[in-house]
């Protein structure tokens, strides 16, 4: 599984890496940017979680 973030929706106010650092970071004037790290098949609980709580729907979360 990997993120996808639409760079159209995102407003940058940062739930998704304050949530989730582990897979999010953010560019020099706070809008998402999606880490290089693989999502294990245990964690897509919570990264389902963390997808969901973005309130833009910026966030989708698809099988590589
Ligand atoms: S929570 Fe959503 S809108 Fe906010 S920074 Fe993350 S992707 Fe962008």
Do not use: N, S
Request: with cysteine.
């Amino acid at each position: 599984m990997r993120f996808v973030v639409d760079t159209d929706l995102c407003v940058g106010h940062g739930r998704c890496y304050t949530l989730a650092p582990q897979w999010f970071d953010c560019d020099d004037v706070g809008y998402a940017e999606i880490k290089d790290v693989v999502i294990g098949a245990g964690e897509r609980t919570q990264a389902e979680d963390v997808a969901a709580a973005c309130p833009e729907g910026a966030i989708t979360l698809v099988e590589k």
